[in-house]
């Protein structure tokens, strides 16, 4: 367990930051070839999911969309699943690698807290408790979702793509930079997809390639999508590890 810790720590202290548009890492080959092969054998089938708009905990999201949290629903998996995932979990979860991440990002973070709006004021106050949700995602057909920025109680957002190969490298995610001003109230919208490309200019796309990771500090403008739709209805496989701070 302290070797996961270790490794995965280790990773993101040794990568370099981009900042157009917004601070980002984008990693490939994060976890070793055969630990990612582990990660391959032990994705869980499709019925152990449910729809993520089922689920009451988003707005805007494509039906197409199917999740599984590995903190309240790892119990549903076969058990030799279950202490694979438990092991991911303990790993990235841990102070060690909440204290690599918030490092790396340390400037980030502080021109967050110095320019925090009033709604976001509400929800961290001034020092928030961290708390962190694992889930897997299964994308099909049609899946596509406009510009935005995340709610204003995430922290951080890890996108580990999971694809056997890839195929489906360009149905990545897309990195945004506002046309024009974007009012406060607007923040936190999702976007349409007429209107990111009326507002807003596609900067770059990291690619769904099979073992990389998108890892941005959420932010007024960490403006973000997917712009390709998944059109040979392939599954699509991702690791979501997300950061949430809340004042209480």
């Known amino acids: 367990m302290n070797e996961l810790k270790e490794k995965f720590s280790n990773t993101i202290n040794m990568s370099k930051i981009s900042s157009d548009p917004f601070d980002h890492l984008y990693i490939e080959n994060f976890f070793e070839d055969g630990f990612y092969q582990k990660i391959q054998e032990n994705i869980p089938n499709i ?9 009451k905990t988003v707005t805007n999201y494509s039906p197409q969309r199917y999740i599984l949290s590995l903190q309240k629903d790892i119990k549903k998996i076969p058990q030799n699943q279950q202490k ?9 979860t841990s102070v060690e690698f909440w204290n690599a991440v918030s490092s790396k990002f340390s400037q980030t973070l502080k021109e967050r807290f110095s320019n925090l709006t009033k709604r976001e004021k509400e929800i961290l ?5 961290i708390s962190c949700r694992t889930a897997l995602i299964k994308d099909f057909t ?3 979702l406009g510009a935005h920025t995340d709610s204003p109680n995430k922290m951080f957002s890890f996108l580990f793509y999971i694809p056997k190969n890839n195929e489906l490298k360009n149905i990545g995610t897309s990195l ?8 406060e109230e607007e923040i936190t919208k999702h976007f349409n997809k007429d209107q990111t490309s009326l507002r807003f200019e596609k900067i770059k796309t990291c690619e769904f390639k099979k073992n990389s990771v998108f890892i941005f ?8 999508g997917v712009e ?13 590890l997300n950061f949430y701070g809340n004042k209480n």
């Open 142 to 144: 049609k899946y596509q």
């Open 125 to 129: 106050g001034e020092n928030p408790k």
């Open 84 to 92: 694979f995932w438990d092991e991911i979990n303990i790993a990235f």
């Open 217 to 224: 500090a959420r932010t007024n403008y960490s403006f973000h």
């Open 228 to 240: 390709e739709i998944n059109i040979n209805q392939s599954e699509r496989n991702l690791f979501l």
């Open 176 to 183: 945004y930079r506002p046309r024009d001003i974007i009012d």
């Open 47 to 55: 019925n152990h999911f449910e729809k993520i708009t089922d689920t």
